[in-house]
Structure formats: C-alpha cells, structure tokens
C-alpha cells in the first residue's frame, strides 16, 4: 500500500490523554506562557468517559496547580470523615486500629471524587485559557524525526476495514507535531509501551507491576449511608491466592463506590478476578450495606503497582511519560491522582523552560530528576518495600514488616534498603497443572452478576466494522499453548468476557475474540503469559463511556 499522506498541524507541546496528568501539564504550560499552543488528544468520546479511579484524592496537586481551586468550583464536595481499616475473614471481619496505621494512611484532608468528573472540570479551566482539548481522538501512532526524536503523533484515523486496508469511509488522520510530546495515556499506554521499548528507559528499573482494579457505582439506602467514610478490607476472599483487596467510599446522594483490586502476579491461572470481586460483595458486612440498593455502573483498569523503583527514565528524546504511563501510584494509599498532577506540573515546566530558551526536540533535562527528588519521589520512596513484601512473603509480612518499614520511612530511614519485584506478572503465572480449578458461586442477579451483564453498565461500545485492537502476536499461540498449558486464563483474566474458548462438536476450539466488549483495562496486554496479545486503541471515541467514575 502507498505510504499515507497526512496534513500535519504545528504546536508547541502536543499532550496524548486527558486524565490528570495531561490536563494538570496543560493547565501549567498556559500558567508559564499565555501564548504556548497545546493540544491535549483524548481517545475517549468525551473527557472522563475513560476515566476511572477509586478514588479518594489528596489535594497536594490540585492546591499546587490551582490553589483557588474551590473558589472556580471544583468537584470536590465529599471530605473524608472517617476512615475504616478491616481484615475479612468468610463470616466476619476485625477491625485494624486506626492508631497503628503510619501517618501516611490517614485520609483526613483528602476528599472522595468521581476523577472522570474532576477531568471534567479541569479540561473547562484549560480551555478557558486557550487549550485546544480533542476529544474522539485516538493516538495510534508516533511520528519521529530524521535524528530519531518524536516529534509528533497520528491522530484521527477512522474507517478501517478488518482486516486494516482503508475503507470506503477512510480517514486519513491528521499528523500532530510539537516541540515536545507528553504522553498521558495512563497504565500500560499503547505509545508509551513502545517509547519505553525504543530508546531502553527501563534498562535501570525494575519491571513494572499491576493489578486490575474493577469498580462498581451503588445507590443503597439512605439509613446505611455514611457520607464522607471510607473503608479498606484485606483478606477474604482472595486469602493466599492473590494480593489484593477492597473498597469502600460513601460519596453524595447516596452513592457508594464498591471496589476490589487482584495484584496480577498470581500464580494459579485458574484464578478469576471478576467472580473474586462478584464473591467479596456477599461477605456479610458488604451484603448488608448493599441490600436494597442498586448498582447504576461498572468498570474496570490496570494499575501499576511496582511503586518508585519500577519508574523507567521518564525523559526520552521529544518528551515525556507522565503519571500512570510511568507508574506512579502509592500502593498502600491506593492513590495516584495526585502524583500524576504533580508530574504533569514538572514535566510544563521543563518544558516551558526549554522553550523559552528556543530549544525543542531534546531531552527535558531536569524533569526526571524533579519527579525523583520532589514530592512525588518522597511519596513513593516511603512505601517501596510494601508491594515486593507483599509479593514474596504475603499479606501479613506486608502488613507487619511492610507497615513498621513505612513507620521508620516517615521518620527518615528504612530498614530494608529497596527490595526488588523479580519476576513479571505474566511470568508469575504458573502452569494449571500446579493448582486446582477455583469453583465459584453462580452470580445471583442482586449483589453479583455476570459480566456481561456489568459490562453493559460500562456503556462501551465500539464500531464492529473496524480491525480489533487487540492483536496477536501468533495466533496458534491460545490454543496450542495456553489453553493445555494453563487453562486458557485470558477467559478469566479478562473483566470484560472478551476472550473465549469456543469448541464446536467435530471441530477443533477456536479462540474468539469480543474486542466489542473491552473496556480498556489493559490487562490482557500484561497478565497474558505468553505475551502474545497487545492492546492497541481502536478508533477514536470508542470504547466505555462512564458517566461518574
């Protein structure tokens, strides 16, 4: 096919993705310069529809980018009033003392938030000072110069027929080019994951660690409603097949945010971390909260998890990785919001920096090191040895160990040094033949449901005309591999049902994938132990589309 001819559109900082960290960058850049031209490019149909958090924010960063940001009315109308710590066993729960928490846990000060709406928000104060924000508009690839550096991305392009040639209704894209290009995609970005491959940035890292965090939104009884309280659970049901945990956050009128994360470093293949979730919401404190409400939305993402020693370089040559596209979030806390507006904030101003001082397509000197040495490396140096902890020797090290190492950080000095992650997530997987099959309870239609019921409460939808995003590398691989070897876990692994082992009678299984069912969580791309699937974005605007998250 000939080589695609594209218009290409001039800017000073082209940013990709309008989560925090992107629109905190953009918000900054006309903060230093009035006259900087930015673009901000959003897969989703609209900014927030992919946008889901937990999500309780600590304002560090919205005071340091907006101080006045109560005043311009941002969304954040649920302080946290109290906070609640729970080991669940089957039956019942204990309650962990909040005394024995590290200060570091303590919530008071923070608020609970839909991020998409906060986003939302944010993307009105940006635009107001003159930042262009395109929705719709999916990133699918980079664009670099004749000396190797990005200098810009493809954006736009619609109308491909499945099997990739352009269609009747083909549309070319547009070429986006920028002194510097910020990418903000958020965990395991398409474009990241291919700048962090092509100049080494995770050459000096650990690898990266995740877990896939599903959410569901609740309208319960306003007698069981506690606005402002926030619960964390650990134990049941997952025990010693996976890390992970839960919660809880009582938000306005009457809405709950029920959450459950599965660290995806485990080793039994037949674990199923939607039905785990689908489980933890009939343990009797959970059940009781929920009976009499309805669940109004649902979604699902990956988290990166590996904490500070698993940050590549974020410097490459043309831009930048910022937020969740490096990993910055605060395991214990459960929080990255905040680091990843303090990262867009340090990555506008090397730029504007550099900028002004006529430079471009090089590397932002100084922007890795502000995020290493400032707030957002201090917040995560604290906790470093929680997750590897919690890896190798379990919940209670975590907890014990873990927990006095955060006591003795907060105090200037741990005890352990930095421990390292070992292996990937999808390495951790073990053949099936290890573990027994998991049996998990029918969803009764009340508190639990099948996925593909919850999935419709994702409002996703994606054009089936178009080339699935979500490519193999061989595609013998699922059957001849991972199906006898372990079980076929892209079925479970999966919190979107988009992968299945379909047998027919009299002919051999085939592997079906449902790209129309994917929201985006990624976790295929991560957890699949061969690693023969890559999330790609399919075009723009497709995809969930979630009112509140």
């Known amino acids: 096919m000939a080589e695609i001819e594209r218009e290409a559109m001039e800017y000073d900082v082209v940013i990709v993705g309008a989560g925090p960290a992107g629109l905190s960058a953009a918000i900054r850049l006309k903060q230093r310069d009035a006259d900087l031209n930015v673009v901000v490019l959003e897969k989703g149909s609209e900014v927030g529809a992919h946008i889901l958090s937990g999500a309780v924010l600590d304002p560090v960063g919205l005071n340091k980018l907006m101080p006045d940001w109560k005043e311009k009315g941002a969304p954040l109308n649920v302080p946290v009033k109290e906070d609640n710590f729970y080991m669940l066993g089957e039956a019942g729960q204990l309650r962990i003392p909040n005394f024995i928490m590290p200060p570091l846990m303590n919530n008071h000060g923070n608020y609970i938030v839909s991020m998409g709406n906060v986003c939302r928000w944010m993307a009105e104060q940006a635009e107001e000072m003159g930042v262009e924000i395109f929705p719709g508009m999916a990133c699918s690839e980079l664009v670099y110069s004749e000396n190797g550096e990005v200098k810009g991305v493809v954006a736009g392009e619609f109308g491909k027929n499945p099997d990739g040639t352009p269609g009747p209704s083909y549309e070319p894209g547009m070429e986006l080019h920028g002194k510097y290009v910020f990418l903000g995609e958020g965990v395991r970005g398409s474009l990241s994951k291919q700048v962090i491959a092509k100049y080494d940035l995770d050459a000096k890292s650990d690898v990266q660690k995740y877990g896939l965090g599903m959410k569901e939104i609740w309208e319960i009884d306003p007698e069981k409603h506690r606005e402002g309280t926030v619960t964390h659970t650990m134990g049941w049901p997952l025990e010693g097949n996976a890390g992970g945990g ?263 299984t085939r592997f079906v994938i449902n790209f129309q069912n994917c929201v985006h969580c990624k976790t295929c791309d991560i957890k699949d132990p061969s690693q023969n699937i890559t999330w790609t974005v399919p075009q723009g605007g497709d995809g969930p589309n979630y009112p509140n998250m």
């Open 246 to 508: 839960s919660f809880i956050y009582h938000l306005e009128n009457n809405q709950v945010y029920v959450g459950f994360v599965v660290h995806l470093n485990y080793k039994n293949p037949h674990l199923f971390p939607y039905m785990e979730f689908q489980r933890f919401k009939h343990h009797p404190m959970v059940a009781e909260l929920l009976k009499g409400g309805k669940r109004v939305a649902y979604g699902a993402r990956a988290i990166s998890e590996g904490g500070f020693q698993s940050m590549p370089q974020l410097e490459f040559p043309g831009g930048a990785l910022l937020g969740c596209a490096a990993g910055m979030v605060n395991v214990p806390r459960i929080k990255g919001n905040h680091n990843a507006m303090l990262s867009g904030i340090a990555a506008a101003d090397a730029a504007a920096d550099a900028i002004a001082a006529g430079r471009g397509g090089d590397l932002l000197d100084g922007y890795d090191k502000a995020v290493r040495k400032g707030e957002i490396g201090a917040d995560l140096k604290k906790v470093r040895n929680v997750k590897p902890l919690w890896s190798k020797y379990g919940l209670l090290a975590s907890l014990g160990i873990g927990g006095m190492d955060m006591w003795m950080n907060t105090f200037g000095g741990g005890i352990l040094g930095t421990l390292h992650h070992g292996k990937s997530d999808a390495d951790a997987t073990e053949d099936a033949s290890k573990h027994k099959a998991i049996d998990y309870p029918k969803p009764d239609g009340t508190l639990s449901f099948d996925r593909l019921t919850n999935v419709s409460f994702s409002f996703t939808n994606h054009e089936e005309s178009q080339p699935a995003h979500l490519k193999l590398t061989d595609a013998s691989v699922p059957v001849e591999v991972n199906l006898p070897k372990y079980a076929g876990p892209s079925a479970r692994y999966c919190p979107a049902g988009v992968y299945e082992f379909v047998e027919e009678e009299g002919k051999d």
